[in-house]
């Protein structure tokens, strides 16, 4: 069969309008994120409930902050080599169950090594989700709108955050802090058999795995019902493909300087958004609001999330990528260090937290989808998931500062201006990935967004 008679899959799938399969797909990735971010955020949120119950002053529970992002480190970094090689739906549903079932386990704990444990295993299930629905989303998506696509998708994850705070806010009160761990457990366990049944593979590793071309033209005429494949037709990525351990395809042609610093950007901004999501409720607690209050006002940290994603998804669609995420990261440092500056007064420090969140939680997931079409199709998973990886590293040291900080009682206005640093280096990184060496799948990105 002549070359004419291979069918580019990347480029047909392009070439189609957005149907609702492919919506379907981004929809049910969108519910593992949520789920990710209810019961990543919920440690957060529990944190004030927990400190009165056990009597423990606050600092204490950086290191149960720290094993969280930590496990969430490890999860990503080993999550997502694993999916290119064995396939994102098995790992997703795998990742999905196991932190469900580890949310469960969780009020049973009485002590801080036993909760540190725990929070280290769910987090395993946690960071391999995420980096498996970004690379999904991206593979079914068209070019011309794949990052709106990812970005709506990962609204999931702050919409899950957000309302596991105003859950929170009702249920610690009534039935204290383990009923959040049991809701966190309870809903991704009864999502399981829906991805089991109605998620499907990548469309794209499937070719790059010469599955039978059966399977692979009935996915595209989900895509396409009006598509007509003749008997035994060929399919293909027409990109680079190759063997051996994927993280080093990472330094490979042309890939070292993006690679590099968008782990910068991940570290940087990571740092700063676990240090904000982890202390929020006990700094603004501590400043005289009630509990419910303080949960309330953190939440407003993933309400802005939700703004800026939707937000940024259609700006990046049309204009250059890396700029867009300079500008979003220096705001972001003007709202961290704002929330400081607002004092007791709550009214502000909300708008505070909500301009912060639209700036800090979007940036991060306009990176997710940047990073996403940065790599070609066989190291995309571990593309995005040493990149989360590494920003967890960031993630882990974040909380682990606000505790040394509040341990050395800085000033609020003094806590927040440190916050505000590492997004400005963000933007730093940022904007020397727009001006300095880019690798060809990074080239032809800007050359649609630009």
Sequence with gaps: MSISDVVN??????????????????????????????????????????IKAWRIPPP??????????FGLMIGALLFGPLADRIGRKAVIVFCLGFFGLCSLVTPFCDSLSSLLAIRFVTGLGLGGAMP????????????????????????????????????????IPQFGWQAVFYAGGILPLAFAPVLIAALPESIRLLVLKGSESTRIAALLRRINATLVFAEGQRF????????????????????????????????MNLLDLYFLANWLPTVIHGSGASLELAVIATAM??????????????????????RVLALTYFGAGL???????????????????????????????????????????????????????????????????????????????????????????AAMASFTLGIGSISPETERLRSTTA
């Design 236 to 267: 293909a990525v027409v990109e680079e493909a190759a063997g051996g351990m994927p993280v080093r395809h990472l330094f490979r042609e042309g890939r070292t300087a993006v690679t590099l610093l968008l782990w910068v950007m991940f570290f």
């Design 335 to 425: 709202f961290v260090a704002a929330i400081g500056a607002a004092g007791s007064a709550i009214a502000m420090i909300m708008v505070a937290v909500f301009g912060a969140g639209f700036c800090v939680v979007g940036a991060q997931i306009a990176a997710n989808a940047f990073t996403a079409q940065c790599y070609p199709t066989y190291i995309r998973a571990t593309g995005v998931g040493w990149a989360l990886g590494i920003g967890r590293v960031g993630s882990i040291i974040g909380p682990v500062l606000g505790g040394m900080m509040l341990s050395f009682h800085w000033p609020t206005p003094t806590l927040f201006m440190a916050g505000a640093i590492p997004v400005f280096i």
């Design 132 to 171: 498996n629905a970004i690379a999904l989303t991206s593979e079914y998506g068209p070019r011309r709108s794949r990052a709106t696509m990812i970005m709506v998708m990962f609204c999931g994850f702050s919409l899950g955050s957000a309302l596991g705070g105003l859950l929170a806010a009702r249920l």
């Design 60 to 69: 204490s529970l950086a290191p149960v902050f720290a094993a969280g992002l």
């Design 301 to 322: 940290l993933q309400v802005g999330g939700i703004a800026g994603t939707l937000t940024l998804g259609w700006v990046m669609d049309r204009f250059r990528a890396t």
């Design 9 to 50: 899959v990347p480029e047909l799938i392009d070439r189609q309008r957005l149907s609702g399969f492919q919506i379907r797909v981004a929809a049910l990735c969108a519910a593992v994120i949520f789920f990710d971010g209810f019961d990543t955020q919920a440690i957060g949120y529990v944190a004030p409930a927990i």
